[in-house]
């Protein structure tokens, strides 16, 4: 059964599941999305273990929430990073995100120190892995243990291909580690861990293999674990390290081929990058909802703050924007799925341009809130917690930078062979209940020369604008942002060799987070269309709100777009004040909230 505003699909392939009487993808997605948010229970009761107070007052002591851990581990979360052809729940990537959006709404440090560390662990193995190694990994996690992933050293940092962590044969077979891993999440307690290490001393990317290495029967003198890392944000995570010192590990232990270690790399990035970003919309989602609060509580110059002009346009930008982040992830996770060869370049942008536009989102959020917004405790409490957390995900072996760095040798080839000729995206692409097959793991590919979602954004400028005037707006704003993709095509295709690698010119990163604006643009379309065109969810099919997200978009392009109309705005904040009041997510899927 579907839960509370999340109506079926019509799908035909969701409709012919439940005509037989199995639940389909959707309704096991929406039943394990609605089965965590009851366990969680309203996070502004101080009475319930996992409110927002208590969650603060575990960050203050710099430890992930004892009831959280417990409430996962009876919800048997780590089931949900295994696939289900190997006795796990994963089945759709879109649904993963939508689950874990659950746990990020409260805790950013909890959905990373419990849960998320595993599944990027996870992916390598479900990647490259043999079957052998593929059914201890899924023994661990189903169980509920947990697995770190170390591909960090602080003297290389995104640059891991020049790591200096060793696996060496050794004699009688096997492999010795030798060496130091920084900055892990999880790494002392941990049941295993995926290591990324030199197995041959040649430059190049066919020097590295990955590990999966079990704590149990490793020799304990040989190895240790190194001290935690007293952070900013995320202050509850375990991070540490590990130094390993001539630590005999089995030949079973390697992961794929010998030297296959980057391209594993290169592909599991390829879904962890698609489905993290999406993980932390439900943390601006709390942020959006806290000073919607405050906002309808509070009162200056004889009105409440939520009268003022400035403060209702940015609670009403800030609500476009997770749509726009949320539209990006849809597309970039049923893009791992349905466009497997594509989402390289795809899944790079989303890792890089979504935590930057919900971080820009809470700052803009802050400045409604005004000085409460320093206080770590209170009612409004939570929202510094999320605020010093978020960043965390444009860090790490898949940063902003390095994420940039996978765009750019793309663009060139992209600028010749897809912009303006490739056909538009499946509308299944856009659908976010519609079924989908299978992830097949075989067909990532390192780059690509297709880009079918930029074919969408300029496919919709053909099309004919509608009488009103929100759809009129919506014409105009697709007429920039082709033209924008235009001149980013011009200025690709004019790249120097240099400047189409990791050591590009600042022109050329630029280049990149012009690019990623448009896939943004080209996933709300996508989204808006698709919502059109099927019915049911009449919000979706409003042309407002793909009015109000281009609007910023193009706006964040540096142009300057003739002014919204006023119903645009009128439509929004009508929206944002529903949806608080009947606690639905501010995302494209309105899923009802215990709080």
Known sequence: MLIGTESQDTHPATAARNAQGAPGQEARAAARVAELDRRFGDPTDESNELSYARL????????????????????????????????????????LVRVMRQVFRRDVALGLGYGVTSFMAGVNVWTSGDAAQRARLARILTGGGKVSVAYHELAHGNDFVRN??????????????????????????????????????????????????EREGLDTDTWQVLPRYNAVGVRGCHLSGLRFDGTPVPASALVGVPGGGVETALRAFQITRAALPGMAVGTADTALRTVVRFALGRRLYR???????????????AFS?????DSLSLAATRAVHLLPEQTSALAAATKYLVPKLLTDTLHEL??????????????????QKHIRDLPVLSLGHAGSAACQATIIPQLSRLARRSWFSDEPAPADLFRPRADLPDLAYDRLTLASGRDALTATLVAAAD?????????????????????????VQKASRALAPEDRTALARPAAFALADRYAVLLAA????????QA??????????????LAAALHRLVRRLGRRPAELPASVDARMHEEVLRRFHARGSYDLYDTPLAG
């Open 463 to 487: 099309e004919p604008p509608g009488a009103a005037p929100d759809e009129r707006a919506v014409h105009e704003l697709v007429l920039h942002l082709v033209d924008e993709l235009r001149q």
């Open 366 to 383: 802050s400045i409604v809130l005004g000085a409460r917004f320093y206080l770590r405790d209170g009612e409004y409490g939570i929202f």
């Open 56 to 95: 603060i007052a575990a960050d203050e002591a710099g430890e992930l929430p004892e009831a959280g851990e417990r409430a996962l581990d009876e919800l048997r979360l780590g089931a949900d990073f295994v696939p289900r052809a190997e006795g796990g729940r994963l089945e759709r990537l879109d649904t």
């Open 532 to 545: 059109a065109r099927d019915g049911g969810d009449t919000f979706l099919a409003d042309p407002a709100w």
């Open 303 to 317: 009105k409440s703050v939520m009268d003022l002009p400035h403060a209702r346009g940015t609670l009403s930008g």
């Open 522 to 529: 080209a996933s709300a379309i996508g989204v808006r269309q």
């Open 321 to 325: 924007d997770l749509l726009t982040c």
């Open 164 to 213: 200096e962590f060793e696996a060496r044969p050794a004699e009688g077979g096997g492999y010795l580690l030798h060496g130091a891993k920084q900055v892990i999440n999880n790494a002392d307690r941990a049941d295993a861990w995926v290591l990324f290490g030199r197995t041959d001393s040649a430059p190049g990317s066919r020097s590295h293999s990955v590990f999966l290495a």
